[in-house]
């Protein structure tokens, strides 16, 4: 996903499996001022050491600034590093020659957007300490016009109306107060790492109404699944969403 400020920046939210494919179908690298990584899965930081291979020997060694919370920032460069140290014979290179480490601990602002950080488990664990999270994105313009949240990846592991035995708080505040919900979501059942569509199904047409569900394969039979059980609709590959100044979608593209 990438997300673009009022004054055309643009801050690439993940980068999926392989962003060396996805990205130039519609940017180049040139056009992403930064980065923000949820957590360190693969189709999610998939083509991060490409991008900042490109940088580096393309764009004259360009670095933009690479967002995380404080929890895996310093692990980044441990999973880059095997691909990206030794690239010269006389120096090892390090994670400052491709990108600027940003660690968040609660918020950031990119340019006129506030993005807070929502922790979220993503693949649940015994003891509770191994427990993966993952930090989506409560995303809001600097008027507070407009709002969004990503979750980038969650569990609900039980009935997702029962929010308070997994510690989901601040996940379900965040669905409250924003106007657009970008949640993933899986068909079928069984999958641990993903809420199932059924189990979304039960927050009500207060919240089905306004999530757009990602992580699942876009198919005809997906889609008519998702608008059987009353969400937005299924987030398509190359989609532009355009808000208006009262916070509403006014363009689909896809």
């Known amino acids: 996903m990438i997300l673009t400020s009022g004054n055309g920046k ?15 179908e519609l940017y180049q690298v040139s056009d992403i001022d930064a980065i923000y990584i949820s957590h360190l899965h693969g189709d999610h930081m998939g083509g991060l050491e490409w991008f900042g291979f490109y940088n ?3 764009n004259n060694k360009r670095v933009i600034n690479l967002y995380a919370h404080e929890s895996i920032a310093d692990r980044l460069w441990e999973a880059l590093k095997v691909t990206m140290e030794v690239i010269h014979l006389s120096k090892k290179n390090i994670m400052s020659d491709y990108f600027n480490v940003i660690k968040v601990k609660d918020s950031f602002v990119f340019d006129d957007i506030d993005l807070k950080l929502i922790k979220v488990p993503h693949i649940h664990s015994l003891p509770k300490e ?17 709002t969004s949240y990503i979750t980038t990846d969650m569990s609900l592991w039980k009935d997702p109306k029962d929010v308070n035995s997994i510690g989901l708080l601040e996940y379900k505040r965040a ?3 924003a106007n657009l919900v970008f949640h993933d979501g899986y068909p079928g059942t069984g999958v641990d790492v993903h809420p199932a569509l059924s189990d979304l199904a039960k927050y009500g047409d207060e919240f089905k109404h306004k999530m757009l569900i990602y992580h699942c394969e876009t198919s005809e039979k997906n ?6 059980l009353g969400f937005a ?7 532009l969403l355009v808000f208006n100044n009262s916070g509403k ?6």
């Open 10 to 24: 643009k801050l690439l939210i993940d980068c999926g499996s392989d962003i060396n494919k996805s990205l130039p």
């Open 56 to 58: 580096y020997f393309a």
């Open 130 to 146: 191994d427990t993966v999270y993952s930090y989506g994105l409560f995303i809001r313009d600097i008027e507070c016009i407009i």
């Open 175 to 177: 669905m409250e107060r």
């Open 223 to 228: 889609e008519k699944m998702v608008k059987d």
């Open 233 to 239: 609709g299924l987030m398509k590959k190359n989609t």
């Open 249 to 254: 979608v006014i363009i689909t593209q896809g």
